[in-house]
């Protein structure tokens, strides 16, 4: 039997707890050898809602969906597990490609070497980030599994994990960036979402990277 959660404030308890459980997730695997692939986005989403909402955590939407205030569509349901394995197989070379650079950001041999290490991941993660939100492949928790997401490739590259923020004046801002992707392909407006949310991580203290074990 599901045991499902009795009222709206037990609900929002338990995914606040799912939250942090799948926080906690994100860190011990960004830190291990383990392999970052279609699955584990599955995964981050199944530690959310695990106990929030059984019928739905780690499986794909199987309705369509409409996003409040947002001009984008997502694909219809019958296309998402196709789209995802199709985005797979690109993190997957993309991560290849970026196979070499795990653990080097905290050994890099000048500040040039270091600011192109870093903005190749970002971009990584703006990319993972992005095509999460676009697919939207989950009935809820999309936006929260696409920053986890983000955050798994920060810092299994050596980075600290950010909170990306689009609270108030910075929600169409967000919303914005991501629409700049589909329209114009353009990438950049998220990626500096993600420097800023470094930059806010690192304000005020010394810059030290951590390293991938």
Known sequence: MINRPKNEEELQKREAIGVIRASR?????????????????LEIHAQIFNDAWPEISGRYREENLKITYSKHLPPHFSKVKE????????LRDKL??????????????????????????????????????YIHPFREGN???????????????GL????IKIEKENKNKYRQ???????????EP????????????????????????
């Not at 011990?28 to 699955?39: G, Y």
């Not at 599994?145 to 810092?155: K, P, Q, S, V």
């Not at 800023?196 to 990277?209: P, T």
């Open 96 to 133: 290849q490609e970026l196979k070499l650079a795990e653990g080097i950001i905290s050994e890099a041999k000048n500040n040039l070497e270091t600011t192109e290490m870093i903005d190749r991941v970002a971009r990584l993660a703006a990319w993972m980030h992005h095509f999460i939100t």
């Open 190 to 213: 998220l990626v500096n979402f993600i420097y800023e949310g470094l930059i806010d991580r690192y304000n005020g203290v010394a810059l030290k990277f951590y390293k991938v074990k």
């Open 83 to 90: 789209l995802m394995e199709d985005k797979g197989r690109e």
């Open 25 to 41: 997730f994100v860190r011990k695997l960004a830190h291990s050898h383990k392999e970052i692939k279609l699955q584990t986005i």
């Open 160 to 163: 600290i994990g950010i909170s």
């Open 177 to 187: 960036a991501l629409a700049q992707i589909d329209n114009n392909k353009d990438f």
């Open 143 to 157: 936006g929260r599994t696409a920053r986890l997401a983000t955050n798994l490739i920060l810092e299994r590259y």
